[in-house]
């Protein structure tokens, strides 16, 4: 069975402080992750993915994530918050080959004080 | 390059009723999925489809279905409605791959 535990609901930081949102999965096979953000009232849009390729992956909007097998982890970060990045980030795991059902933590809703 | 599109994308419906919603993919791409986003359990898959076949159903039950048609457009239909239907359902289409999957803004459907 697949599972994404994503901890802290809330995260706040300063503009311009490092943003970092954890995901850690759980998957009996190499998995496939994401990273998707939601703004207020809009569907999903993907920031990044890893897909067993470099283990550091670049995303949109300068987001990037590390995959570690050692730590099941595959954190979010980003140097420097910015007032548009305040929204809810969800992390997700896919690991059946054919399949496209996305399994996805239960959100961190980030806030950027100004 | 048009995005993912849901219609409608507010609906409200009494208890009992039931409904369909409509998603168009990106053209192009052949897989469509179905998710259910809800305060309490968070966004749950529904079901895939691929070229007009179901190939993946999540643990929902049977009063929620989908088709495909051959142009890649997917409906989802949800009978007797409850209370507990009232959710952001939020449609994905992808190539086919367990790749990215792009998702619409979503129908917003409230049961009364």
């Known amino acids: 069975a697949q599972s994404v535990t994503q901890l802290g609901s809330h995260v706040s930081v300063s503009e311009g402080a490092l943003v970092l949102l954890r995901c850690n999965y759980s998957s009996s096979v190499p998995p496939y992750l994401f990273w998707y953000v939601q703004y207020p009232n809009q569907g999903l849009q993907l920031l990044l993915k890893?897909?067993?390729?470099?283990?550091l992956v670049k995303g949109i909007n300068g987001f990037e994530a590390e995959f570690k097998k050692s730590e099941t982890s595959f954190h979010l970060t980003k140097p420097s918050a910015h007032m548009s990045d305040a929204a809810e980030y969800f992390c997700a795991v896919s690991v059946r080959a054919g399949a496209n059902n996305l399994f996805f933590g239960t959100g961190t809703r980030l806030t950027v004080i100004p | 390059k048009a995005g993912v599109t849901q219609t409608p994308r507010y609906l409200i419906k009494t208890r009992g009723q039931q409904v369909t919603l409509s998603c168009s993919p990106i053209s192009g791409h052949r897989s469509v999925s179905w998710y259910q986003q809800t305060p309490g359990q968070g966004l749950q898959f529904l079901f895939e489809?691929?070229?007009?076949?179901?190939?993946n159903k999540g643990n929902f039950p049977g009063r929620f279905s989908g088709r495909q048609f051959s142009n890649s457009r997917s409906e989802m239909n949800v009978s007797t409605l409850e209370l507990g239907d009232s959710a952001l359902y939020l449609c994905?289409?992808?190539?086919?791959?367990?790749?990215?999957?792009?998702f619409g803004p979503g129908t917003r459907l409230t049961v009364t």
């Open positions: 890893y897909t067993s390729a470099a283990t």
């Open positions: 489809y691929f070229s007009e076949t179901q190939r």
């Open positions: 994905a289409s992808s190539l086919g791959l367990p790749d990215e999957q792009y």
